[in-house]
């Protein structure tokens, strides 16, 4: 019972601790409500226009299969970068002779603009899945290379000695130590891989052709539907924040624990 008790009590502090972000949303949806306003209907669609056009595509039979597409592409995308980036991170934070061999890798990468990567992932894997994937990879797998990275090279390598003259394993200094503080790099930049993730997935299903929420994009761009394109990215945008508070920040949260250890004041971030 007192488990349950506890995650009830969890759960209403984290929904409760949502106002702010929900005032942010309130505030740019009336930044956007004043530019329709300004510029009519036909540039920009109102927030309740908008609304209005989610709700007749949630009710096309086809709908749901469409989100589920760009979905599995954005969040298989994500994971793939998320692991490799962050493995590459952690090795190359212990190694200098790999770090030097993998950032220039890492510029490469990023230096190469997203639609660059789309044309080649085109060439190679035709109008597929596989491109919106492997392009959500490329783009956002240095991001968390960057976070692991930065995470072991700031860690306190006095603890890590302390706990080797104890007899601490290399595996049980990692899990302990260093992965309780690289996690704090990590987290935001998982969170920019995940909106990363969404982004370059429904650009590249646009550019492909390969269905999903970019594909519809390309069809309400071919018939000048405003309000539904407004529709889509407004969906697409909930999926991001949907990915980012309802799964992200849950993990973080209970990873993180420790941060709540000295209540009522906490750890602050």
């Not at 349950?4 to 930044?31: E, K």
Request: with cysteine; glycine share 10%.
């Amino acid at each position: 019972m007192s488990h349950v008790l506890a995650g009830l009590g969890w759960t209403g502090r984290y929904l409760w601790a949502g106002w702010a972000g929900l005032a942010g949303i309130f505030c740019f949806l009336a930044v956007w409500q004043a530019g329709h306003e300004i510029y009519g209907s036909f540039i920009l669609p109102s927030p309740a226009e908008t609304a209005a056009a989610i709700d007749a595509l949630a009710a096309r039979p086809d709908f749901w299969t469409i989100l589920s597409q760009s979905a599995g592409r954005a969040l298989s995308g994500f994971a793939l970068a998320a692991v490799t980036g962050t493995a590459a991170g952690l090795v190359a934070g212990y190694s200098f002779a790999a770090m030097r061999l993998m950032k220039p890798v890492v510029t490469v990468m990023l230096g190469v603009p997203p639609i660059g990567w789309i044309v080649l992932a085109l060439i190679w894997f035709g109008s597929s899945g596989g491109t919106a994937v492997m392009t959500v990879v490329i783009a956002s797998a240095p991001l968390s290379f960057a976070g692991a990275l930065e995470g072991v090279a700031k860690r306190d390598r006095q603890l890590d000695i302390m706990a080797q003259s104890f007899g601490a394993s290399w595996a049980y200094r990692l899990r302990t130590i260093t992965l309780p503080h690289v996690l704090s790099y990590l987290f935001p930049a998982w969170t920019t891989t995940a909106g990363s993730a969404w982004k370059v997935t429904v650009m590249a299903e646009l550019l492909s052709n390969s269905g999903g929420i970019g594909g519809e994009l390309a069809t309400a761009r071919a018939l000048f539907d405003i309000p539904l394109v407004t529709a889509w990215l407004a969906i697409t945008v909930i999926l991001a924040l949907a990915t980012d508070y309802g799964v992200l920040h849950v993990v973080r949260e209970a990873a993180e624990r420790w941060r709540s250890a000295g209540l009522p004041w906490g750890v602050k971030r």
